[in-house]
C-alpha cells in the first residue's frame, strides 16, 4: 500500500471516530423517558395538573358532599383521603384513571388531607397534596321514628318523626323526607307543636282516609348532613319499612254504651261499655277518632284530684295521652251498657277487655261518638284525624299559601 492510500484511510478512520463520539454524546444528553437533560439548569415543569373538590384548606364543607380530585394531561397512580386519625375514606380512581371520588359520607368537624401521585403524559410525577375542614354543628339534633322496621300497624297509623331539638327551618326538613306506598294514597306532612317535654320538634304523616290494609310503606329521612337552622345539623339518616295490618275500627258510642269492633268489615264484637261520666267535663270521654298508641296487661293508673293514686288496671289499650284507656274495669261492671261513670275511659268487663286487648295493635282508628266533648291537641300527642285535611295540609312547612 502507497503512502497516499494509508494516509488517506488514517483520515476516513478519525473522522468515523469523530461521528461515534458525537452520536454518543448526543444520547447521553437524554433521560431514560426520552427528556433531553438541561444540565445544571431548570429541570422541564411537569405537564400533569391536579386539581380537588373541595380546594385546599377550604373550611365549613358539608360532609356529605362527595371529594373528588382530578388530573388533565395524566392519570392518577394513588390517591389516599385521610381524617386527622389516618382512617382511610372509602373511594375509588375512574376507569379512565384521571379522577377519584369518595364513596361514604365524611365526618362533622373533621380535617381531611390529601395524599399520592399523578403521572403526566411526559411521564413525570406530580404529588397530590392538600387539606380541608368540615362543618361543626352547633348542635347534632337526633331524629327517631315511631313505626319500627318490619311492624305492622292498623289503618289509622300515623308516621311520627320526633326530634329532640327545635327545628327552625322546617321547610329544608321536609323536602328530605319521603314516603312511598305501594298502593297509591294521598298523604301529607304535618308540623305540630314542639314536644311540651322536651322542646324538641315533631312532625307527623298521615294519609287522607285510612291506609288500605295490605299496604307496604317505605319512610326515608335523608338528614345527615342536612342544616336545620341556628347552627344545628341532622345527625344521622332514618328508615323504615312496616306493613299496613287488619282493617280494625272500633266503634265507640257514648249514648248507646256499647263498643263495637269491626274487622276488615265484619263484626266482631259488640260489648257493653261505660264511658266518661257526661255531667263532669273533666271526666267525658272525647269526641272523635282516637288511635291505640300501646297497650299493657297492668297500667298503674292515677289522678290526685280526684281520689286515687297507682290504681292497678288491667288489659289496658291506651288511646290518648290525656289518660284515655280502653281496659277492664270489674267495678263498673253493674253499670256496663247503662250508664257512663268513669273518669274518661271505657269500661270493659274483665273477659271482654282481655278479647279485646289481644286483637289491638298501633294503629288501630277508635271512633268517640256523640261525647259534648270532642278530642283536641290538649289531648295528647296523636289527634291527627280530628284536624280536617285541608287544616292538615296548610300545617306543611311547604304548603302554599
Known amino acids: 500500500m502507497s503512502g497516499e492510500s494509508v494516509k488517506r ?196 304523616y298521615r294519609p287522607r282516609d285510612y291506609w288500605q290494609p295490605g299496604t307496604t310503606i317505605t319512610v326515608v329521612a335523608k338528614l345527615y348532613g342536612l342544616a336545620y337552622g341556628d347552627g344545628s345539623y341532622g345527625k344521622e339518616d332514618l328508615s323504615t319499612h312496616f306493613t299496613i295490618g287488619r282493617a280494625q275500627i272500633v266503634k265507640a258510642n257514648v249514648t248507646t254504651h256499647r263498643m263495637i269492633v269491626v274487622r276488615d268489615g265484619v263484626q266482631v264484637m259488640n260489648v257493653p261499655a261505660s264511658y266518661g261520666l257526661s255531667s263532669d267535663p273533666n271526666r267525658n270521654t272525647t269526641n272523635g277518632i282516637h288511635v291505640v298508641m300501646s297497650k299493657a296487661q297492668t297500667v298503674l293508673m292515677s289522678n290526685p284530684s280526684y281520689g286515687y293514686v297507682n290504681v292497678r288496671e288491667h288489659w289496658a289499650v291506651r288511646i290518648s295521652n290525656n289518660g284515655e284507656f280502653i281496659h277492664a274495669n270489674p267495678e263498673t261492671t253493674g253499670v256496663q251498657g247503662s250508664s257512663n261513670v268513669t273518669h274518661g275511659c271505657v269500661n270493659l268487663s274483665t273477659s271482654n277487655a282481655r278479647q279485646y286487648f289481644g286483637t289491638a295493635i298501633y294503629g288501630d282508628p277508635v271512633e268517640v261518638t256523640h261525647s259534648p266533648y270532642p278530642m283536641t291537641a290538649a289531648d295528647g300527642d296523636i289527634y291527627d284525624w280530628t284536624v280536617p285535611w285541608d287544616d292538615w295540609r296548610a300545617k306543611s312547612a311547604l304548603a302554599t299559601p
Open 9 to 204: 484511510n488514517r483520515i476516513v478512520g478519525a473522522l468515523s471516530l469523530a461521528i461515534v463520539a458525537v452520536v454518543l454524546s448526543g444520547w447521553a444528553g437524554w433521560t431514560e423517558w426520552g427528556h433531553k437533560e438541561t444540565g445544571p439548569g431548570p429541570k422541564p415543569r411537569p405537564v400533569a395538573q391536579i386539581s380537588t373538590q373541595p380546594g385546599d384548606r377550604a373550611a365549613d364543607i358539608n360532609p356529605v358532599l362527595p371529594a373528588s380530585a382530578r388530573v388533565t394531561r395524566g392519570v392518577l397512580q394513588q390517591v389516599t383521603l385521610t381524617d386527622r386519625t389516618g382512617k382511610i375514606v372509602a373511594g375509588a380512581v375512574a376507569v379512565d384513571g384521571r379522577s377519584w371520588q369518595s364513596s361514604e359520607p365524611l365526618d362533622y368537624d373533621e380535617t381531611y388531607r390529601w395524599s399520592g401521585t399523578a403521572v403526566g403524559t411526559d411521564r413525570l410525577l406530580v404529588p397530590l397534596t392538600g387539606s380541608f375542614t368540615t362543618v361543626a354543628p352547633v348542635r347534632q339534633v337526633r331524629g327517631t321514628l315511631n313505626v319500627g322496621d318490619g311492624d305492622t300497624v292498623g289503618i289509622a297509623a300515623p308516621v311520627i318523626l320526633q326530634f329532640d331539638h327545635h327545628v327552625s327551618d322546617k321547610a329544608a326538613v321536609e323536602r328530605a323526607l319521603q314516603v312511598q306506598a305501594s298502593v297509591p294514597t294521598e298523604g301529607a306532612w304535618a308540623w305540630l307543636p314542639d314536644d311540651s317535654g322536651s322542646g324538641g320538634s315533631r312532625v307527623h
